[in-house]
């Protein structure tokens, strides 16, 4: 069976067998390429941009590859996802994306190129940019509880220790 055009793009990219100054030009030109596309739907942030994989290729002026490499990037960010994984380059594909998703996506994959984007400007204000920031990074900051030892006044607020009150066995 002939592989989909999501394998094939992921095989390039995520080669382990690729020659390493190969994969960085690769991906050099990727985020490059990406920015654009980011830069260009952001300017008109409520406009759906639609069409098969082939047509929003030409239509942001990149190889085919990298479009996919794009749909893939940006799927958990989009309104209703494409069928990235079936799709072939007659595929019909949306860029309908949730703006806050959008951002805090790319705030969680530490892509200040992409959400430092001037185009956010027209979305959200500098105040409600860093919130959306701080929102990500707080979604995924692990908060561990501190221990209550033997000895600690009972957190109930008995004023008894710990270890003779909720402490009990």
Known sequence: MAKTILEQWRETAYSNTA????????????????????????????????????????????PLQIMVGYLDGINDSLVTPNPIEEMDEDTVVSLKYDKELLYKNMVAAGADWLYGLEEWNGIFTPERQKELYKEQKKSTTVVNETKVYPNDPCPCGSGKKYKKCCGKN
């Open 19 to 62: 020659n390493k100054g190969d994969l960085q030009r690769l991906w050099a030109d990727y985020f490059e390429k990406e920015k654009g596309i980011y830069a260009e739907i952001l300017k008109t942030p409520d406009e759906e941009v639609k069409g098969t994989v082939k047509e929003l290729a030409e239509k942001f002026n990149v």
